[in-house]
């Protein structure tokens, strides 16, 4: 039987903490948070009836029901406090407090990447929130009309967010790069040889550095703006599941540090 796309983010977690101790700590926690974003999801599905959602182009105001998402996150941050490492649990318990104030504006603000809200708000904090809203983004892209977008788009087509992670999928005798989007999964195609943060094409501003500890990952540098991504090379290992190995695969981010490289996007956990 196939696995759903949680069970089989879940499973992988516990795969690679396994395979690398050095992340364990990191993975049991998003092993976690990928449960309670299970049933969250879960719960979309029984709010429109386990029938096709209605199709969306892209995410809009008058789409989201805030109140039903405000009604479900004080649960979601007392799940979240009973299973977190002490700073997370801490950050749950204060965002839970009377003082927090109405959680439906706030949300709005954060799904629709205000930056100005951001900019105030802990890494921990956000970090809660976007766990929060992550599984919403998703089942609404799940639902959408699809629309093949530009292969030079930078940007998510659905959602409009910076991608996340690039995949490279067999297809004749390479591969094919999409990008997966940070906030709702989307993939898309995207160039082969380009950089997804300034566009760059020429092969000798675009760096590649790969560890033989990931043989599947790499990370993929520009040299013209300084931004980089990881990339997980499924024609190496197709039982990568890029967004779990892409959060996996620290020591590829601290040679990109080292080397004055900047990530286009953190990862869930602001990795």
């Known amino acids: ?3 759903s796309k949680w069970d089989q983010r879940i499973f ?7 395979a690398y101790p050095f992340a ?5 926690f998003y092993k976690q948070l990928a449960k309670l974003q299970k049933a969250l999801y879960a719960l979309q599905q029984e709010a429109n009836g386990n029938r096709q959602a209605k199709k969306f182009l892209q995410l809009a105001g008058d789409h989201v029901d805030f109140e039903f998402l405000a009604a479900k996150f004080p649960e979601f941050l007392s799940a979240v406090e009973a299973t977190s490492p002490a700073p997370i649990a801490r950050a749950a318990r204060g965002l839970k407090a009377p003082a ?4 439906t504006e706030r949300l709005s603000r954060v799904l629709f990447g205000e930056a100005d809200f951001q900019a105030g708000v802990s890494d921990a904090d956000m970090l809660l929130v976007l766990a929060f809203l992550q599984p919403y983004a998703e089942f609404l892209a799940d639902h959408r009309e699809h629309n093949d977008p530009d292969e030079a788009s930078k940007v998510c087509p659905f959602c409009r967010s910076k991608p996340l992670v ?6 004749g005798d390479g591969g094919k790069r999409s990008l997966i989007c940070s906030l709702c999964f989307t ?7 380009r950089c997804p943060s300034c566009g760059e094409e020429r092969v000798e501003k675009l760096a590649v550095y790969t560890a033989d500890q990931f043989p599947h990952v790499r990370v ?3 040299d013209t703006c300084r931004h980089y991504i990881k990339t997980v090379d499924l024609t190496k290992n197709g039982l990568a599941v890029p967004i779990v190995d ?17 990530k286009l996007q953190p990862n869930l956990l602001g990795i």
């Open 100 to 103: 927090a104030g109405s959680w």
């Open 246 to 262: 892409e959060l996996a695969t620290i020591p590829l981010n601290l040679w990109a540090q080292e080397h004055e490289y900047l």
């Open 24 to 28: 364990a700590e990191i993975l049991r």
């Open 12 to 18: 992988r977690a516990d795969d690679l903490t396994a």
């Open 187 to 193: 993939e898309w195609n995207y160039g082969r040889i």
């Open 166 to 171: 690039g995949v490279l999928r067999p297809e």
């Open 220 to 222: 993929e540098a520009c």
């Open 1 to 3: 039987m196939k696995l």
